[in-house]
Nanobody, 122 residues
């Protein structure tokens, strides 16, 4: 079974930055980051289509978060800048996305990491 491992989570003050990384055998052409805040549904944050290197970022983090990939080492990144308290969540890396429907729908991904906790303090 393909695996994904996230790293880089932790605690940071509002306005600060964090960079999450994701690696493993589950890194494929269509990759994404999702997050699940406490008591809320999982939501898509950003996705990257590796065949075109095109990115899609959710409106609520646009301009603050960016997704990228190291194609040599097969590592997916989520750069989080100017973080806010509402960005606190468990962040998940997702892979194996449908390259024809490479979007922010969780149902379109088959490989998932265990998640990394991000906590933003004021």
């Amino acid at each position: 079974q393909e695996q994904l491992v996230e790293s880089g989570g932790g605690s940071v003050q509002a306005g600060g930055s964090l960079r999450l990384s994701c690696s493993g055998t589950g890194v494929t052409a269509c990759m994404a980051w999702f997050r699940q805040p406490p008591g809320k549904e999982r939501e898509g944050v950003a996705r990257l289509h590796g065949e075109t290197d095109s990115a899609l970022v959710a409106d609520n983090v646009k301009g603050r978060f960016s997704i990228s990939r190291d194609y040599v080492n097969n590592i997916l990144y989520l750069q989080m800048d100017d973080v806010k308290r509402e960005d606190s969540a468990v962040y998940y890396c997702a892979g194996g996305g449908n390259v024809w429907q490479c979007d922010l729908s969780a149902d379109h991904y088959i490989h998932w990491g265990r998640g990394t906790q991000v906590t933003i303090s004021s």
